[in-house]
């Protein structure tokens, strides 16, 4: 079945790097992203991946497909304190016609 | 651009009573999505409109639930009656037919259940 499974939290203090591991369970996922949410917001894209690329690059933010493990994770470099939120990882199936979330990490930023 | 609207923001009402929510996606946007997220999870699809048709409505408990996309654009997810697990957030998204599918996501309705 379809499924996305995270980390529920993460703590690193400030000007360190974060790392958020998901792994997914459907091997015909086109796209996988990480959708951010802050406190009483929406979830907004934050970056995704192609699921024929390995890694993927956009300023403080790393992307690795490891797609033989079926695991995706996002580096946050430098992290500041308002990075903390909360880190969903979410696959598209059915040829990018459904989305499936993870549970979300949160995120905790210590000054 | 404006963003995904949806209405009311917060609601508390009584088990068995019953509430609605409203949702106007972006300009455009063909695709409509509600989600229900309960405190710690992640979202969970409900329903999923293509236009003003339902393409997936697997997840919608509908003995109680009920969902419509008239003329294709706003939306109303209505929930009668009410039970305390409803409690959650309810999240409208819409998206763009794109080669990416990234969903556009509303600020959601909080729903308790007294």
């Known amino acids: 079945g379809e499924d996305v499974e995270q980390s529920l939290f993460l703590s690193v203090r400030e000007g360190d790097s974060s790392v958020i591991n998901c792994t997914y369970t459907?091997?015909?996922?086109?796209?996988l992203y990480w959708y951010k949410q802050e406190p009483g917001a929406g979830l907004q894209l934050l970056t995704y991946?192609?699921?024929?690329?390995d890694m993927k690059q956009d300023q403080r933010l790393t992307v690795l497909l490891n797609k033989k493990d079926k695991h995706l994770s996002l580096r946050i470099a430098d992290t500041q304190t308002g990075d903390s939120a909360i880190y969903f990882c979410a696959e598209s199936i059915y040829g990018g016609f459904k989305t499936i979330f993870g549970a979300g990490t949160r995120l905790f930023v210590k000054a | 651009e404006a963003g995904v609207a949806q209405s009311p923001r917060y609601k508390i009402i009584e088990k068995r009573q019953s509430v609605a929510f409203w949702c106007n996606p972006i300009?455009?946007?063909?695709?409509l999505y509600w989600y229900q997220q309960i405190l710690g999870q992640g979202p969970k699809l409900l329903i999923q409109?293509?236009?003003?048709?339902?393409?997936?409505d697997s997840q919608l408990p509908k003995d109680r639930f009920s969902a419509e996309r008239l003329k294709g654009v706003d939306s109303t997810l209505k929930i009668q009656p009410a039970k305390l697990e409803d409690s959650a957030v309810y999240l409208c998204?819409?998206?763009?037919?794109?080669?990416?599918?990234?969903?556009?996501f509303g600020e959601g309705s909080r729903l308790t259940v007294l």
């Open positions: 459907d091997s015909s996922s086109t796209y």
């Open positions: 998204a819409s998206s763009a037919l794109t080669y990416t599918g990234e969903l556009f």
């Open positions: 300009s455009g946007h063909a695709t």
């Open positions: 409109f293509q236009n003003n048709g339902v393409v997936d």
């Open positions: 991946i192609f699921s024929n690329m």
